[in-house]
């Protein structure tokens, strides 16, 4: 069977819902200067009438003095990479303009340490504001990944907040825009977003939905699905959607008009175990092969994406319970966004009344039009479906498919590394540390380092650690039954597989 849908006729309907989706944030990746090719993207690329706010990225923090560091100085200054980026204002005189720091590469513990103290929140204000306004951004967006994980403690939910009210009183005074980049599940929440409280001092929440599966969990899932497969039932699996995420938001007290839901212009790949079966949740052995442009393997642009579906080698099909489609060619597996999913994501986005949506990121896209689908063919699709645009877009045919189930349920841990700059991989992940079993002392479990370690009383659960710390028994997670968690993939896998 095969399922034609019409954009046109979506943007109708969803036009007829809540009219509080009005932002297009956009973040650019300013390392894509450094691409080469068709994919080499400068800030002169940017099409900045398709956003109402685009965010620079990436700035770091010195672990030292914990001011703001500007991480590529030649780019960024010697090539005047913000002035360039602000000067976008004359293109687009109402397009907002802000500055991001940190990112997955970032980590941390530089961010641990800023907020544990006063004087270093202070400095780290100070120098903000001093950089926002010497290139004249609109604003400063937050992008720690995560608070409280991958080098952090237990006391950055506290600290965080505290970082965000004190920064909320200085940007009031300096006209400027506050804005935070999160993890999308709802086990965040428990150790590193203390919601209500967020709430109070960001202008808007960047929620990023996507990297739900990739492949380090060993078996092909969607990078983004918009709802949960049949059979992610449980409470860890049921979470790895956008539905589930922005409902989880919503429920512990964000305000919808703060969140900003987040669409990816990438996919993850998968080298598969076997071309038998080419479906969903089946076996794989690694990351799919590396881009000619984001030199990444298990992940590829947009770009990249539809220039290996334009040599018609590849299968394109439709998830028809996840709402996103798929491709494969011999043992290469892609799950990726295209019109149809986008126009979709924000379709579920305006029902819910959100603030808006996010795109991760400008540089991705096929902004010259090389695959014939026209110039920025993910951004404008959805720009039109946010703003209700009556333009004609290009409708997409897509093939259902049936999904089969996976041999194991996985925890959204990312696998380590060695990227820096191509991508921001900002996934929803907890730790790339190895697991080691967790300590008892004195009757208490006592956390040996950072990361998920696995319960020493049961193979079938695991706890969420901070080196040193008392295990907290609320962030205790078990795994489905006849699963056991494994230690050397960090994940839930089949007990018969597992040394326990």
Same mark, same amino acid.
């Given at each position: ?34 691409? &080469? ?49 602000? #000067? ?107 919601? *209500? ?42 979470? +790895? ?40 949740? &089946? ?10 442009? @984001? ?21 394109? #099909? ?6 996103? *489609? ?76 049936? @999904?089969?189930?996976?041999?194991? @349920? ?22 790339? #540390? ?46 489905? *039954?006849?699963? +056991? ?16």
């Amino acid at each position: 069977m095969r399922i034609y849908l019409s954009l046109g006729v979506l943007f109708c309907a969803v036009s007829t819902l809540s009219a509080a989706t009005d932002k297009v944030v956009c973040y650019f990746g300013s390392w894509a200067t450094y691409r &080469v090719s068709n994919g080499k993207f400068d800030i002169e690329n940017i099409n900045a009438n398709l956003c109402t706010h685009i965010i620079y990225s990436f700035v770091g923090i010195d672990p030292t003095g914990y001011t703001v560091k500007i991480l590529d100085t030649y780019n960024d200054v010697n090539l005047n990479g913000f002035t360039r980026f602000v #000067a976008l204002k004359q293109k687009n005189p109402s397009v907002k303009l802000l500055l991001a720091v940190g990112g997955w590469n970032e980590g941390s513990t530089s961010y641990s340490n800023m907020v544990a103290s006063s004087v270093t929140r202070n400095a780290f204000i100070q120098s903000v504001v001093y950089l926002l306004k010497t290139y004249n951004f609109d604003g400063f967006d937050i992008d720690w990944e995560y608070p409280t994980l991958r080098g952090g403690i237990p006391d950055d939910r506290v600290n965080f907040i505290t970082l965000l009210t004190e920064m909320r009183t200085r940007f009031n005074s300096e006209g400027l825009l506050l804005t935070i980049a999160v993890g999308a599940t709802k086990d965040y929440h428990r150790s590193a977003y203390n919601v *209500p409280e967020i709430n109070k001092y960001v202008d808007f929440v960047n929620l990023m939905t996507y990297d739900m599966h990739a492949y380090w969990d060993a078996k092909t899932g969607h990078n983004a699905p918009l709802y949960a497969a049949t059979w992610e039932t449980d409470s860890v699996t049921s979470m +790895y959607n956008m539905a589930a995420c922005v409902q989880g938001w919503l429920d512990d007290g964000l305000d919808a008009s703060k969140l900003v839901v987040g669409i990816p212009v990438y996919g993850h790949t998968f080298t598969l175990a076997s071309t038998a079966d080419t479906g969903v949740g &089946v076996r794989t052995t690694g990351p799919g092969t590396a881009g000619t442009y @984001t030199a990444e393997g298990g992940t590829l642009s947009y770009l990249e994406i539809c220039e290996r579906l334009k040599t018609g080698t590849y299968t394109k #099909a439709w998830d028809s319970v996840q709402q996103v *489609p798929y491709a494969f060619s011999g043992n290469q597996w892609i799950s990726f966004d295209d019109v149809t999913s986008v126009a979709l994501k924000v379709a579920y986005a305006k029902s819910k009344g959100v603030g808006g949506v996010m795109v991760w990121s400008l540089e991705s896209d096929d902004d010259q039009n090389i695959c014939g689908a026209g110039a920025y063919p993910i951004g404008t699709a959805i720009y039109n479906a946010v703003f209700g645009s009556s333009g004609t877009v290009t409708t997409t045919t897509v093939q259902t498919t049936t @999904t089969t189930k996976a041999a194991a @349920t996985t925890t959204t841990t990312k696998a380590a590394t060695t990227t820096t700059t191509t991508t921001k991989s900002p996934v929803t992940t907890t730790t790339t #540390a190895k697991i080691t079993t967790t300590t008892a002392s004195g009757g208490k479990l006592i956390c040996p380092s950072s990361g998920y370690k696995r319960d020493p009383n049961d193979c079938g659960a695991f706890y969420q650690c901070s080196p040193g710390s008392v295990v907290n028994p609320d962030w205790r997670i078990k795994c489905q *039954p006849d699963l +056991y968690f494994d230690e050397n993939s960090n994940t839930c896998n089949w007990a018969y597989l597992v040394s326990c």
